[in-house]
Antibody, heavy 121, light 110 residues
Framework: QVQLVQSGAEVKKPGSSVKVSCKAS????????VNWVRQAPGQGLEWMGG????????NYAQKFQGRVTITADESTSTAYMGLSTLRSEDTAVYYC??????????????WGQGTMVTVSS | QSVLTQPPSASGTPGQRVTISCSGS????????VNWYQQLPGTAPKLLIY???RRPSGVPDRFSGSKSGTSASLAISGLQSEDETDYYC???????????FGGGTKLTVL
């Protein structure tokens, strides 16, 4: 069963950084891009960026440019999302997601379970 | 404020047909396909419709999607109590060079 398993919840201080991991079972990293989507409490979904591991280059949403870093390690089938200079507004559930169902990969048919990141002093 | 505009709420009675709209622009819906997600409380979103009107395996045919110009719609027929949850539209935006989501619609089954 192919699935995405994310790292556990984090509590961070304002101004610090966080790194969330997303491990894939199976061979999906070889063929598909990994995206990160976040959801603040009671709010909607927000795409942060994505990476195609076989190419290695990431694409970021303009809002997060300069603060987010998305990487992938094909040897361990694990993707990472790092977010720096955290502020209270970054408190959210962070999801990794993969799109396998279309050539463009932007229809996310597989999701991780989500990682809650709380930013609080 | 989301680039894709959805009504914040919608409602219907069991068995009824309801539609949820998603309005965008030429750089997103007008140029690319639309996907719809269903999100139950406390869970990850689930892909409901992709490429405007296609259903992933396992999604009931009560759910359907359509697109015209810079707008899209999700229709749910034979409304059931378990359909009461949040729905999001999404599309690639050529100007922003990324995926954008609608603000979400909370569906209530009366």
């Amino acid at each position: 069963q192919v699935q995405l398993v994310q790292s556990g919840a984090e509590v961070k201080k304002p101004g610090s950084s966080v790194k969330v991991s997303c491990k894939a079972s199976g061979d999906i990293f070889s063929n598909y891009g990994v995206n990160w989507v976040r959801q603040a409490p009671g709010q909607g979904l927000e795409w942060m960026g994505g990476i195609v591991p076989m190419f290695g280059t990431a694409n970021y949403a303009q809002k997060f440019q300069g603060r987010v870093t998305i990487t992938a390690d094909e040897s361990t089938s694990t993707a990472y999302m790092g977010l720096s200079t955290l502020r209270s507004e970054d408190t959210a559930v962070y999801y990794c997601a993969i799109g396998r169902i279309t050539p463009t990969g932007d229809a996310f048919d597989m999701w991780g379970q989500g990682t809650m990141v709380t930013v609080s002093s | 404020q989301s680039v894709l505009t959805q009504p914040p709420s919608a409602s219907g009675t069991p068995g009824q047909r309801v539609t949820i709209s998603c309005s965008g622009s030429t750089s997103n819906i007008g140029s690319n396909t639309v996907n719809w997600y269903q999100q139950l409380p406390g869970t990850a979103p689930k892909l409901l419709i992709y490429s405007n009107n296609r259903r992933p395996s396992g999604v009931p045919d009560r759910f359907s999607g359509s697109k015209s110009g810079t707008s899209a719609s999700l229709a749910i027929s034979g409304l059931q109590s378990e359909d009461e949850t949040d729905y999001y539209c999404a599309a690639w935006d050529d100007s922003l060079n990324g995926v954008i989501f609608g603000g979400g619609t909370k569906l209530t089954v009366l």
